[in-house]
Each structure stands twice: as structure tokens, then as C-alpha cells.
């Protein structure tokens, strides 16, 4: 699932034209977004809303409960509804340099450090991103389907978290606890923690309320079963993509040598895996940033007993519990909620279905 959280902060260090450009486009885009939004009640109430739409609407507040019951924090968002482009509400651009992944970072007073900046306009997204490639960098810009402001502000439902698909409930519920993780447990300036952890929990619980409202046998839970195994699928021919490339990197080889070996491995992987848009390290760099601590993560819920606990275990870390900003190495941290979840094991909760 794509994802972008739209850093809407004054004092952003920036610098120069793109800090007022990027505020401006920020301000403007998240007041449009609250003038525009209206109660879900509203919405479902009215006549016109499409009947899909007023179905999965009605889904929320079910979901929020279940969240809530879960240990997220669910109550301050997602009360209302917003149309947005089909594209998004959110273009995210990311950087990375042609021969590394140590992705691009932005960094914020108060908020931290991202790895990539969530603008409302489509054609400003681009022109960054053009810019960056100008600058010599991997650069991607990408729609996102799903929208959070980190808890600066009550989110909404955006149309585009509304899927046409056959797995809509799930897509819908996976949105909504995925950005619930992130509002009941964030650590400042530790992206890939955040987002592994929202990853990973959001999909374990998603399961599960799939299970209680529609039943385990159910079509509803078939669809995003079927979906979750294409796309690990997928996600695991990237990643292996991503080591091979970040070995070579890594290794001895002089850069000419690198960036022909690089585009090969690039090659095989549209080839194998049909992609229409031909990736690079801006976009693959995002593999790391929501997947490759996934096994760890579903190594530790068995240790924790469920999600529920792992969350509230993950809730008890501190900034100081990590070595560095935007520490890419998790083990260490993984290595101490497995720590503390066995050592509350004797009060642990029993474990939850799934």
C-alpha cells in the first residue's frame, strides 16, 4: 500500500524559494482540504452520495471501535469526508543518490526528520522532483493514496481511500489502523520504525477485523488474503532487487561499472515483474522504509502474544532508545520490545484470532 504523511510545519529548514513555495502549497492545501470536508453522517445521510460510498462509510465507525478496542488511539480522526482527485490528495517525492540508498532527508523543527516531502499540487510535486533529478539524484514523485498529518490535525476519509476493487473493506479498514498506529505510537525523527511498525501492525489487525465482521471463510477476507500473497510476492522480487543492488553499491567496483550493473539489475526486475514505470533508488529505497523489518516485526507479535500487546510494548519506547536519527538498523530496538514483551509474558493478554 502507498502511503505519505503531508508535513504541514512553519520553520521548515528548506531553505531559500522552495521552504516558501512548499509552505504556501502546505497551508493553502490542508485549509482547502478542511473547508471542503463534511461530517461522514452527512454524507452517508445524503441522496446523492453513490451507494458504495455510503456502504463503506457506514464501515468506520465499526472500524474505529475495533481499533479502539485494539489499543489504538482512533478518536480524533476520520469523522469526516472529503472528495480529492482520484490520484490522491498527496504527491509524495523522495530522493536518493544514484549509486546509494541512504535516502534524501528533510528535517523539521518540532516534528523531525522525513525522508521525503507530501505536496497537495500534483504539478508542484513534479517540479520538485524534476529539480532533484536536475541535481544528480534518483528522484520519484508518486500519488498517495492514503493521507495523514501525523496528528497535527483530525484527519479525514479522502475518496481515494475508497478502493473500486473487491478487497475495499479491507484496503479501508488497512488505511484507517495503519494511520492509527501512527497516532497512538510515533517517534520523532524515526521514520522507518514508525512506518515498519504501522506496516506491519495495520496488516495483522486488518486480518482480524476481517475475521470478526465478516466471518474467516468470508469473500471479504478471501480478496485481501489473495491480494496480501501477490503482493508479498511482488514486494520480495523488489527486495531481493533492492540487496542485489545495494551489495553492489556497497562494493569495490568503479562507478562506471556500478551504473551498468545497476541499470541490469533494474532490467530484470520491470522485466520480471512487468512495471510500467521503470524504478530507481528513490523508489526502491521505499522498500526498506515499510518492509524490511516486516518479518521481524511478525516475529516479535509471537513473542508479544498479539498485535494488541506489541503495540502497547512499542508504545513504552522512548527517543533515547535509539541509536540515531532515522536509524535504518532496527534490530537493536526490535531486540528490546521482544525484551520487555517477555518479560511481561505473565501478564500478558491471551492472544487474539487470526
Known amino acids: 500500500m502507498s502511503r505519505a504523511i503531508a508535513l504541514l510545519l512553519a520553520a521548515v529548514a528548506l531553505g531559500g524559494c522552495l521552504m516558501t513555495r512548499y509552505l504556501a502549497q502546505a497551508a493553502s492545501g490542508q485549509l482547502r ?49 472529503v472528495e480529492v482527485p482520484a490520484s490522491g490528495t ?21 516534528a523531525g526528520c522525513f525522508t521525503g516531502l507530501g505536496w497537495f499540487d500534483e504539478a508542484e510535486a513534479l517540479r520538485h522532483r524534476d529539480q532533484l533529478l536536475r541535481d544528480g539524484w534518483d528522484a520519484m514523485a508518486r500519488p498517495a493514496g492514503a493521507y495523514s498529518t501525523g496528528g497535527w490535525f483530525p484527519d479525514p476519509v479522502v475518496s481515494s481511500m475508497l478502493s473500486p476493487d473487491e478487497d475495499a473493506y479491507a484496503w479501508l479498514a488497512n ?3 495503519h494511520e492509527s498506529v501512527h497516532a497512538t505510537v510515533l517517534i520523532p525523527d524515526e521514520m522507518y520504525f514508525n512506518e515498519g511498525l504501522a506496516e506491519y501492525v495495520g496488516d495483522a489487525l486488518t486480518d482480524v477485523w476481517l475475521v470478526e465482521r465478516f466471518g474467516p471463510m468470508s469473500p471479504e477476507r478471501a480478496a485481501w488474503t489473495a491480494g496480501q500473497a501477490e503482493r508479498r510476492e511482488r514486494v520480495d522480487r523488489s527486495f531481493a532487487a533492492f540487496q542485489a543492488l545495494d551489495a553492489l553499491y556497497k562494493s569495490t567496483q568503479p562507478d562506471p561499472a556500478k551504473l551498468a550493473a545497476k541499470a541490469r539489475i533494474i532490467d530484470e526486475l520491470v522485466e520480471d515483474l512487468e512495471l510500467w514505470q521503470r524504478p530507481n533508488n528513490a523508489s526502491l529505497v521505499e522498500l526498506r522504509l515499510y518492509k524490511a523489518h516486516y518479518d521481524g516485526f511478525a516475529r516479535l507479535e509471537e513473542a508479544c502474544g498479539d498485535a494488541r500487546t ?45
Open 90 to 110: 498527496v504527491w509524495f517525492v523522495g530522493a536518493a543518490p544514484p549509486l546509494s540508498f541512504e535516502a534524501r532527508s528533510w528535517c523539521f523543527p518540532i
Open 33 to 81: 482540504l478542511m473547508s471542503q470536508a463534511r461530517p461522514i453522517e452527512e454524507v452517508i445521510a445524503d441522496p446523492e452520495t453513490p451507494e458504495r460510498t455510503r456502504v463503506l462509510l457506514a464501515e468506520i465507525e465499526g472500524v474505529k471501535a475495533f481499533g479502539a478496542r485494539m489499543g489504538l488511539d482512533t478518536s480524533r480522526n476520520y469523522t469526516k469526508y
Open 310 to 354: 506489541l503495540l502497547e510494548v512499542a508504545g513504552t519506547l522512548e527517543r533515547s532508545d535509539f541509536e540515531e536519527s532515522l536509524q535504518e538498523d532496527l534490530t537493536p530496538v526490535l531486540a528490546l520490545i521482544e525484551k520487555r514483551c517477555r518479560k511481561n509474558s505473565g501478564s500478558a493478554r491471551p492472544a487474539v484470532s487470526r
Open 175 to 177: 488505511i484507517l489502523l
